[in-house]
């Protein structure tokens, strides 16, 4: 028999987190104990409550998922987490492991794979997506010379599938303020003076 697991969901998107709510507590060894809207409050129902499990979104107010995170793992280690994202970047599922997340799930998967994962967890597991192995950026022979980061090529192969500030933001989990910072420096070490040169430069380069 399944014991009983009690949970609280943490995501600044109430019809979400209500939806999640309405569809594990239709399984009967399952209680949630509360939903919270951001990181902060999060912490205090954490604190308040001591629940089995908490399942909380990346991207949320106050304090974000990965901060939490790591905050439980210090201060509460016996409450396990999953972490529950529209992301499906490596980059963010690897960091989520190395903060002391025990799972990592998309918004996308099925209530079948929800539940699987929630009781990997409270057995003790970890429970992540495979990573696909990615060639890195430090092995692009043409821009050595150049003494690019790994992390501004990173920028660099996105700002060559044309995405925005606010794109490579999300997808890299950075402000805004670090990418635009990332580009003025890809732009000086790569002695460009405008987009336009930076586009042209890419070209020929054939990334």
Same mark, same amino acid.
């Given at each position: 028999?399944?014991?009983?697991?009690?949970?609280?969901?943490?995501?600044?998107?109430?019809?979400?987190?209500?939806?999640?709510? =309405?569809?594990?507590?239709?399984?009967?060894?399952?209680?949630?104990?509360? !939903?919270?809207?951001?990181?902060?409050?999060?912490?205090?129902?954490?604190?308040?409550?001591?629940?089995?499990?908490?399942?909380?979104?990346? =991207?949320?107010?106050?304090?974000?998922?990965?901060?939490?995170?790591? !905050?439980?793992? /210090?201060?509460?280690?016996?409450? /396990?987490?999953?972490?529950?994202?529209?992301?499906?970047?490596?980059?963010?599922?690897?960091? =989520?492991?190395?903060?002391?997340?025990? &799972?990592?799930?998309?918004?996308?998967?099925?209530?079948?794979?929800?539940?699987?994962?929630?009781?990997?967890?409270?057995?003790?597991?970890?429970?992540?997506?495979?990573?696909?192995?990615?060639?890195?950026?430090?092995?692009?022979?043409?821009?050595?010379?150049?003494?690019?980061?790994?992390?501004?090529?990173? !920028?660099?192969?996105?700002?060559?599938?044309?995405?925005?500030?606010?794109?490579?933001?999300?997808?890299?989990?950075?402000? !805004?303020?670090?990418?635009?910072?990332?580009?003025?420096?890809?732009?000086?070490?790569?002695?460009?003076?405008?987009?336009?040169?930076?586009?042209?430069?890419?070209?020929?380069? &054939?990334?």
């Amino acid at each position: 028999m399944q014991p009983p697991v009690n949970i609280i969901l943490a995501d600044d998107h109430t019809l979400f987190a209500d939806g999640i709510r =309405s569809l594990l507590e239709q399984t009967p060894y399952i209680t949630v104990q509360g !939903i919270a809207s951001n990181g902060q409050v999060l912490i205090e129902m954490l604190q308040r409550h001591q629940p089995d499990l908490a399942i909380l979104d990346i =991207s949320m107010p106050v304090l974000n998922g990965l901060e939490v995170t790591k !905050i439980i793992r /210090r201060d509460m280690p016996h409450i /396990r987490t999953i972490i529950l994202s529209s992301y499906s970047d490596p980059h963010l599922i690897s960091l =989520s492991r190395s903060y002391g997340a025990d &799972g990592y799930l998309m918004k996308t998967c099925n209530q079948y794979d929800l539940l699987q994962t929630i009781t990997r967890v409270i057995r003790g597991e970890s429970c992540f997506p495979q990573l696909p192995r990615i060639q890195e950026p430090e092995t692009d022979h043409s821009f050595r010379e150049f003494n690019l980061t790994r992390r501004e090529l990173e !920028i660099l192969h996105l700002i060559n599938q044309q995405f925005t500030n606010q794109q490579i933001a999300t997808h890299l989990y950075l402000s !805004i303020y670090t990418v635009e910072t990332h580009r003025k420096n890809i732009m000086q070490k790569l002695q460009l003076k405008s987009p336009a040169a930076l586009t042209r430069f890419l070209l020929e380069k &054939g990334l």
